[in-house]
């Protein structure tokens, strides 16, 4: 007996390691094909550096955002200034993933310091879109994370690690039509990831389906002392027995017809935007109607300041960035240029000419805002009201969803009393398809990108992008988010709302 399950083991590792070499061969074929048009991978691992190895995820192939540590390439963050520096430690996200078997095809390309909607800003050139096919337009990806989801779209990795600040995953996910998952703020370390706005970022996972990104998911989710920010053990039991309470979900997996009966979604009014083009509200419709069909109680729901996120994430994000930054000052980190005569004598010149040189405009322009916002004269005017909204913003989503936040209360089991209470949220990714590379310098432009998104990340909850149709033979998605910690009832959703699973 025990030699019988030694040879089905052996027989197992045999199919798993030639599966391994095809899917290898498959994705360095796809890179060839690809890349040189989409630029989505500017630091890329050759061929005979990739070992096969065993576990769960043993065949994956994926490929980490350029602002995440994962020597031995570059870390460079689409930045002039970190253009040849290699992190000297790992990322855990990244770590995780080699442990399970998954292997690193490469970095992907990225908005500088992951601060901008287009992936236009970075040091190796913008990245591009794989849709449409067969077109000479050549459009954006979305960002920061669009060089993620260019190479998942077009197979150059099973699965991508992104970051989101605002919207970061989600949007170019949205463009590109894959699906791009934000989990809840804590959920997966962040140690690794060069910060852009501390209280805000979370790694981000990007694959072709959820059910890929609920198996990365899986291996990443997990608590890091290294990171003072990750859930502890404890919060995330506490949160699975919340999450478990709720009865009136059906468990009952063989209802093909009705698989989220019980569950319930609220449509929020905010969302309905002006600049919100009639194919997203079209694909809204469609994506209620279709989760009531799946046995979903559709109910309209109101979060009155969904308005004012916008202007409070960028008045927050920017006050981070401008003190996240100021370790690029060419000794601690960052490239530094050598001084002129004139700078020589005064160190405030030589920060301040290492700095110019080694910033692009849009970083720039971010750090200026940010110091301003921060000074004594503005941060009462614009700094504090910003952080005010952002706790309503954080109590209104409290206050629609049945299942409590458990950082806010001892309670033990989901509010089943209340029926106007849901489960989750579904509204647009984006307010339009992806536009055409190079077509807007205006930077308020690409701040209006981010309308859709940044309400997730001001309050730390879970959201999931999934491609819902196509648009001139341009991708459309979707969006689910859901309580704090919740992020298990997102990726049940998610799964039955992507066309897949249709």
Known sequence: MQLLLTRIKANRLRTACRYSTQSLKDTYKAINAHNPRLNALPHIHPPSSIQEANGPLSGWSFAAKSNIAAPPLPTTCGSHTLASYTSPFVATAVSMLEQAGARMIGTSNMDEFGMGSLS????????????????????????????SAAAVAARMCRVALGSDTGGSVRLPASWCGVCGFKPSYGRVSRYG?????????????????????????????????????????????????????????????????????????????EFWVTELSPSAVDAWKQGAAKLSS???????????????????????????????????????????????LSTRANASLKYAQTRSMGFGDEVK????????????????????????????????????????????????????RNVDKV??????????????????????TAYVNDVMTVSANMAGIPAISVPFGLHNGMPLGLQIAAQYGDDDIVLRIAHYLEPQAA
């Open 423 to 444: 489960d989750a949220i579904l509204f647009p990714t984006a307010t339009d398809t992806a536009p055409v590379q190079g077509t807007s310098d205006n930077p308020v």
């Open 294 to 340: 799946l046995g979903c109680d559709i109910i309209p729901v109101s979060l009155p300041h969904i308005p004012h996120t916008l202007p409070a994430y960028y008045t927050l994000a920017l006050a981070e960035a401008s003190s996240n930054l100021a370790r690029f000052d060419g000794i601690r980190f960052g490239t530094r240029h050598m001084p002129t």
């Open 193 to 269: 990831l060069a910060s852009y706005a501390s209280s805000l970022d979370s790694v981000g996972i990007l694959a072709r389906s959820t059910r890929d990104i609920r198996d990365t998911f899986n291996i990443v989710s997990a608590p890091d002392r290294r990171d003072m920010t990750c859930m502890s053990k404890s919060l995330r039991t506490r949160i699975h027995a919340l999450s478990a309470s709720r009865e009136w979900i059906s468990r009952d997996t063989e209802c093909a017809s009705e698989p989220l009966r019980g569950v319930r979604i609220g449509v929020p009014s």
């Open 120 to 147: 236009q800003t970075s040091v190796h050139g913008p990245a591009h879109n794989l849709h449409p096919e067969h077109s000479s337009a050549l459009h954006s990806p979305g960002g920061s994370s669009g060089g």
């Open 365 to 416: 322009r971010r750090i200026l805002l940010g110091t301003f916002v921060m000074s004594a004269r503005a941060h009462e005017h614009y700094y504090l009201p910003s952080q005010r909204i952002r706790r309503l913003v954080q109590r209104e989503f409290n206050r629609i969803f049945a299942l409590p936040n458990v950082l806010c209360t001892t309670n033990t089991k989901a509010d089943a």
